[in-house]
């Protein structure tokens, strides 16, 4: 010990020998060890938990999914079924003619809606497609001083 009170760390190597120091060395490898496996060991169980707790809530979603699409289809065929009901009044009590007005309605519109979407989704598709080449066409004017329609025009002159 030295005048002060503290240790001179070569004074503390010396009274320590090399079997001591080794010892100590693996036992502290073995506590690094088993920390190092509680650490990966919690890791590994928090991801367990995270992909358990993401398959609960797709679960969850599709029953939600399927118990929508139920009350839609439940609502489909109460409404046609009333419409059929409803014509077979029209149509003095005969049921058949109350149900194939009532499908053959059905199917016109679902026919003609479906049309009218399609033509309309092309039609922004097509104009969509134009104004996307027409900024392109001003972005070589700008570059180049020229489009690809203006050099395709100079081409066939």
């Not at 650490?39 to 707790?53: G, N």
């Not at 419409?83 to 519109?109: H, K, P, Q, S, Y």
């Not at 309309?120 to 700008?142: D, F, G, H, N, P």
Request: proline content about 1%.
């Amino acid at each position: 010990m030295s005048v002060n009170g503290s240790t001179n760390p070569s004074e503390h190597e010396s009274d320590s020998s090399a079997p001591e120091a080794f010892d100590r060395l693996l036992k502290q490898v073995a506590e690094l060890r088993e920390y190092v496996t509680y650490f990966v060991s919690a890791k590994t169980d928090s991801a367990r938990l995270l992909v358990q707790q993401v398959l609960m809530w797709v679960a969850l979603g599709l029953v939600g999914v399927i118990a929508i699409c139920s009350v839609v289809a439940t609502v489909v065929v109460l409404l046609l079924t009333g419409l059929a009901e409803g014509l077979t009044v029209v149509f003095d009590g005969r049921v058949w003619l109350g149900n194939i007005v009532a499908g053959l309605l059905t199917l016109a519109i679902l026919g003609l809606g479906s049309f009218i979407w399609v033509r309309k989704w092309r039609k922004s598709s097509q104009m969509r497609t134009v104004q996307r080449y027409e900024q392109q066409q001003l972005e070589q004017q700008a570059a180049f001083g020229r489009s690809v329609a203006e050099r395709a025009a100079d081409l066939q002159k």
